[in-house]
């Protein structure tokens, strides 16, 4: 059963940091893309960044480039979000993803299933 949990989410001030965490399990984490993706109340889920099966390849959006990195640890089934120059529109639900398909990244929110929960992420102003 595919599982993931996602953790490091809080408070934090604008201008600060935070890194995420994506714990998986449950599915060979070695062979699928992941992703990050974020909802604020209201809006719809945005697809913020990928990250390729092997970590040599990512993918970033408008939104987030130049401010986040995703990263990830096969021998730990991690993948990382850190999160830097936080600003207060970047309030909100953060989940990470699996790929439908192994070795292959996309960017297309469609291709990305079996979600975490979410940690909640809040940028004061």
């Known amino acids: 059963q595919v599982k993931l949990v996602e953790s490091g989410g809080g408070l934090v001030q604008a201008g600060g940091s935070l890194r995420l965490s994506c714990a998986a399990s449950?599915?060979?984490?070695?062979?699928?893309?992941m992703a990050w993706f974020r909802q604020a109340p209201g809006k719809e889920r945005e697809l913020l960044c990928a990250?390729?099966?092997?970590?040599?390849?990512?993918y970033y959006g408008d939104s987030v480039k130049g401010r986040f990195t995703i990263s990830r640890d096969n021998a730990e089934n991690t993948v990382y979000l850190q999160m830097s120059a936080l600003k207060p529109e970047d309030t909100a639900v953060y989940y990470c993803?699996?790929?439908?398909?192994?070795?292959?990244?996309?960017?297309?929110?469609?291709?990305?299933?079996?979600w975490g929960q979410g940690t909640q992420v809040t940028v004061s102003s």
């Open positions: 993803a699996k790929n439908s398909w192994t070795y292959t990244l996309t960017t297309e929110s469609s291709t990305y299933d079996s």
């Open positions: 990250i390729s099966n092997d970590g040599r390849t990512t």
């Open positions: 449950g599915f060979l984490a070695s062979t699928y893309a």
